[in-house]
């Protein structure tokens, strides 16, 4: 019996579709704009949530279990950078991991390396993690191994072994098991491959994309800078991961780190004094890409879902007014026997149709629009962006607005067609009462709803053009008009301090020798750029800092010129020259503020400064 039934039903459910294709071949212009309309809201919709997916919902795939993975961030709490977010230091990190009982603790450091030898070399992305790191995030390799027990000591030096991530493995090597025991020389130090890392990963920056990854403990080795800067627990380059343990929440871990932290103030004094701790979700961690991409994706999520409502609505007029129009269709049939229900039902799959194909279309534009968040970062400052794939969650989530489209769009409709008038319409009389005057008011009020949503959506439109045009206009403190940026690294070619000066001496003399540049200079960061510089530590005479204040202040090493391309104006005193190096007297240039902080009263200019 259950059969039987079931077999009509999908008899039923083929004679309704058949009769759909047909009234949409009927009008093809009309289907044509609705499709359109919908396939425009749909694949806003669907665009926006195939960026804010990886985000939100899955910043690091590849990894096991990836809702217990926390950023842990260092921020400095006193002075002039106050909760300006920080690195961590090795020894820190090593405090960390070794007294933290509620969460498994992994650094990282990051940075673009020379790969290859004397005659070609590649830039490419890796990461130096610490020896825990595959095991924090729960990564199994798709070939070969990770770091064995003895490499994931905290020896310097001692472990020259990489792990190469698949997308590398296929580029360099074919794929071919060969990779595994083969050498990588990477800024002129030879390193053996170990393992390659699984298809899904690529590193611990949600969407890009990181090839290599070998022991922290080689960092001296690898940046050619010796041992120091793993000793140094003020050299604060480093970020960490950590994998709370079962049943731990994300307060529970930050209300111990943050106890541990302040020992340690107590204990290491003037390294740590100032510094705290946080623990957050991978969303909200500072250090990636999502800390610039997420407010603009949120609008965009909130842009798009206006839009689509307001694509609901203006389908379900046009199908509205479409129905009207077939009134008397409606009533012949009602008057040979169609129930309601079948009319109903026959309207909601003509606007299913019409949704799936318009999610079809839509699902086009995702796939053409699925990269374009690459475009809102400099490729010179970070690696390349993965582009999302169309994998189940984007498709679940489209067919659920196709689904959602085809019952705000549709239900109206069907229920008119539900409720038509036999004999009135038939006759043609009745003229009060008739569907269409309440068709008409309905429509009215899906219009209405349409130009509120219009309203919301030109405000916000409005609102944020606005404030686009206010930061366009607030000035940065210096002219990026007619400048152009290239980015290199001396010290992963291995160039000691003299050589390096002497080389972007040269660069600069030569290119200021090509027609149509007329000024050139270097430096370590870039204003608004990615990195804030080096956080040092800074004595200022005759200034007092209180007990808990912080004395660490970000600064800058730039070449002679640099204010001049920069076209910052210097309120008092002269630029940097030639001659101020190694062997002349030692000379900074402040900031305004940092006169207002330190030498409020006074003159600046002659004041002694003691740093780094």
């Known amino acids: 019996m259950a059969w039987c039934l079931l077999n009509i039903l999908i008899f039923a459910m083929l004679s309704d579709l058949k009769s759909a294709f047909r009234q949409l071949l009927k009008a093809p212009g009309f289907s044509a704009v609705i499709i359109l309309t919908m396939a425009l809201g749909i694949g806003a919709c669907a665009t926006t949530f195939g960026w804010i997916r990886p985000l939100l919902f899955n910043p690091l795939p590849g990894t096991t279990d990836s809702s217990r993975l926390v950023a842990v961030e260092n921020f400095a709490n006193e002075g002039a950078t106050a909760a300006a977010p920080l690195g961590t230091s090795f020894p820190d990190f090593r405090d960390y991991r070794d007294h933290l009982s509620l969460m498994d603790i992994s650094a990282i450091g990051r940075g673009a390396l020379a790969v290859g030898d004397e005659r070609s070399s590649e830039r490419t992305w890796c990461e130096l993690v610490s020896g825990n790191f595959f095991d924090v995030l729960g990564i199994k390799p798709e070939v070969g191994r990770f770091f064995s027990q003895d490499e994931k000591s905290d020896a310097q030096n001692a472990h020259p072994v990489a792990v190469i991530s698949h997308s590398f493995w296929l580029k360099r090597f074919n794929a071919s098991m060969s990779a595994i025991g083969s050498t990588l020389r990477i800024n002129r130090v030879q390193f053996t491959i170990i393992g390659v890392g699984s298809e899904e990963f690529h590193g611990t920056q949600t969407g890009l994309d990181y090839q290599i990854w070998a022991p922290l403990s080689m960092y001296g080795q690898i940046t050619h800078t010796g041992t120091w800067m793993l000793e140094d627990r003020g050299t604060r380059n480093f970020t960490m991961l950590a994998r709370l343990k079962p049943t731990?929440?994300?307060?529970?871990?930050?209300?111990?780190?943050?106890?541990?932290?302040?020992?340690?103030?107590?204990?290491?004094?003037?390294?740590?004094?100032?510094?705290?701790?946080?623990?957050?979700?991978?969303?909200?961690?500072?250090?990636?890409?999502?800390?610039?991409?997420?407010?603009?994706?949120?609008?965009?999520?909130?842009?798009?879902?206006?839009?689509?409502?307001?694509?609901?609505?203006?389908?379900?007029?046009?199908?509205?007014?479409?129905?009207?129009?077939?009134?008397?269709?409606?009533?012949?049939?009602?008057?040979?026997?169609?129930?309601?229900?079948?009319?109903?039902?026959?309207?909601?799959?003509?606007?299913?149709?019409?949704?799936?194909?318009?999610?079809?279309?839509?699902?086009?534009?995702?796939?053409?629009?699925?990269?374009?968040?690459?475009?809102?970062?400099?490729?010179?400052?970070?690696?390349?962006?993965?582009?999302?794939?169309?994998?189940?969650?984007?498709?679940?989530?489209?067919?659920?607005?196709?689904?959602?489209?085809?019952?705000?769009?549709?239900?109206?409709?069907?229920?008119?067609?539900?409720?038509?008038?036999?004999?009135?319409?038939?006759?043609?009389?009745?003229?009060?009462?008739?569907?269409?005057?309440?068709?008409?008011?309905?429509?009215?009020?899906?219009?209405?709803?349409?130009?509120?949503?219009?309203?919301?959506?030109?405000?916000?439109?409005?609102?944020?053009?606005?404030?686009?045009?206010?930061?366009?206009?607030?000035?940065?403190?210096?002219?990026p008009e007619g400048q152009a940026l290239a980015q290199f690294n001396l010290s992963t070619s291995g160039y000691t301090q003299q050589q390096a000066d002497s080389f972007c001496q040269l660069m600069t003399e030569r290119l200021k020798r090509h027609p149509g540049v007329i000024a050139v200079s270097y430096a370590d960061t870039v204003p608004l750029g990615f990195y804030g510089g080096n956080w040092e530590p800074t004595e200022v005479e005759r200034y007092q800092p209180t007990p808990t204040e912080n004395m660490k202040i970000y600064r800058n090493l730039v070449g002679p010129g640099y204010f001049d391309v920069m076209k910052i104006p210097l309120v008092a005193g002269r630029d940097f020259t030639l001659r101020d190096g190694p062997e002349s007297q030692n000379v900074m240039i402040v900031s305004e503020g940092f006169v207002r902080r330190f030498i409020p009263h006074g003159e600046p200019l002659g004041h002694k400064v003691r740093g780094w």
């Open 248 to 479: 731990v929440t994300v307060e529970q871990a930050r209300y111990e780190a943050a106890a541990l932290v302040a020992l340690m103030a107590k204990v290491n004094g003037h390294e740590d004094l100032g510094i705290g701790i946080n623990v957050v979700p991978l969303w909200r961690s500072h250090w990636g890409p999502q800390e610039m991409l997420l407010k603009p994706i949120e609008i965009l999520m909130a842009a798009s879902s206006v839009l689509f409502l307001i694509v609901c609505a203006n389908v379900a007029n046009l199908l509205l007014a479409r129905s009207t129009g077939r009134q008397r269709e409606f009533s012949t049939r009602l008057a040979l026997g169609a129930s309601p229900r079948r009319l109903a039902r026959q309207l909601m799959i003509e606007s299913m149709l019409l949704a799936l194909c318009g999610s079809l279309l839509g699902l086009i534009m995702t796939s053409w629009l699925r990269g374009a968040l690459r475009w809102l970062l400099p490729s010179i400052a970070a690696p390349s962006m993965i582009e999302s794939p169309l994998v189940g969650p984007i498709l679940g989530f489209t067919i659920l607005l196709a689904v959602v489209a085809a019952i705000l769009a549709g239900v109206a409709p069907a229920l008119q067609a539900a409720r038509a008038n036999v004999n009135e319409v038939l006759k043609g009389c009745g003229r009060g009462d008739l569907p269409g005057a309440k068709s008409h008011r309905l429509r009215g009020l899906l219009v209405v709803a349409e130009v509120a949503l219009a309203v919301i959506a030109m405000i916000g439109a409005g609102v944020f053009l606005k404030s686009f045009q206010s930061l366009r206009a607030m000035a940065p403190g210096f002219s």
